[in-house]
């Protein structure tokens, strides 16, 4: 049975769009959605990310979270007939304030998987408060469980699998052990890029405030250079047939370029074609 891969609706958050995407529209807020992935078809029940824990949280940031009843954890897998304690393994692609916010809701023998370089950030300093305390400790707690967390060593293996057709790799950008995680589909390998990429109009389609040609922007949050970004970005690019990101929905690739986008399942149905004329300056 070939694997698909289902976005789980966790709400909304109100940000800053130059937080999105470097330099664009300071001041201004915008409404963006925050996705889970559901890998089913495996072996096992796979689910990348688990959203925010509440919303008065994210006014630790200066955010506004909008997550009601119908955008719980438990909510969205009960619309694919899976409670938490059917979860096998929980991915992470980092462990921001709006990617781990949930991991207490499932039991211990539900394994967390993240790379070891992302634990070691959280508790850095850097980048706080995306770090939310009570996230982290809980993850702390299940280091002392059997078989509650696995760490993944990426920096040295560059690529680790979880199940048949998935496996994970280093992302290279946005916090320094963020994760992608790789699924073979029936039309072609899709990658989960966590929050590499933010917004793929702004960065890429049309990529504001960028002159020259398929050069995409980076976004206003970031624990590395703009330059790796830049690159990891690329290697997206011209490496999968589907990029799935966080905080957007996702894209068909082809060639390097952004070529239509996807509804909530993929593979599924292209919503939007785009024309070849993308990647040039307005």
């Known amino acids: 049975m070939a694997l698909t891969i289902h976005t789980l609706d966790f709400g909304d958050i109100e940000l800053e769009t130059s937080f999105l995407v470097l330099g664009h529209e300071c001041g201004r807020v915008r409404r963006v ?12 029940p796979v689910l990348v990310d688990t959203g925010y824990r509440d919303n008065a949280i994210m006014e630790t940031l200066g955010m506004r979270g909008h997550c009601y009843h119908e955008n719980t954890v438990e909510q969205q897998l009960a619309k694919h007939g899976l409670r938490p304690g059917d979860i096998r393994y929980i991915l992470h692609t980092h462990l921001h304030i709006d990617h781990a916010g949930n991991d207490d809701d499932f039991p211990m023998n539900t394994t967390v998987v993240i ?7 959280s508790v850095s300093g850097i980048m706080y408060p995306q770090y939310p305390k009570p996230d982290i400790l809980h993850l702390v707690e299940r280091i002392y469980e059997p078989e509650a967390m696995r760490f993944l060593d990426l920096e040295i293996t560059q690529a680790e699998e979880i199940i048949p057709g998935v496996w994970c790799e280093p992302a290279g950008a946005h916090t320094e052990g963020s994760m992608n995680v790789i699924v073979e589909t029936a039309e072609g390998l899709a990658c989960i890029c966590g929050d590499v990429i933010y917004d793929f109009n702004d960065q890429i389609i049309n990529h504001v405030r960028v002159n020259n040609y398929m050069e995409p922007q980076v976004t206003g949050n970031h624990a590395g250079s703009k330059r790796s970004e830049k690159g990891q970005i690329k290697r997206l690019l011209n490496n999968y047939t589907f990029l799935l990101p966080i905080h957007d929905r996702g894209a068909k690739v082809a ?28």
């Open 33 to 44: 959605p925050v996705y889970g992935f559901l890998i089913l078809g495996g072996e096992y």
């Open 115 to 121: 790379n070891r370089r992302e634990m070691e950030f």
């Open 255 to 282: 060639n390097g370029r952004v070529v239509g986008r996807l509804g909530m399942s993929c593979p599924g149905p292209i919503t939007e074609t785009l024309p070849d004329r993308h990647w040039f300056p307005a």
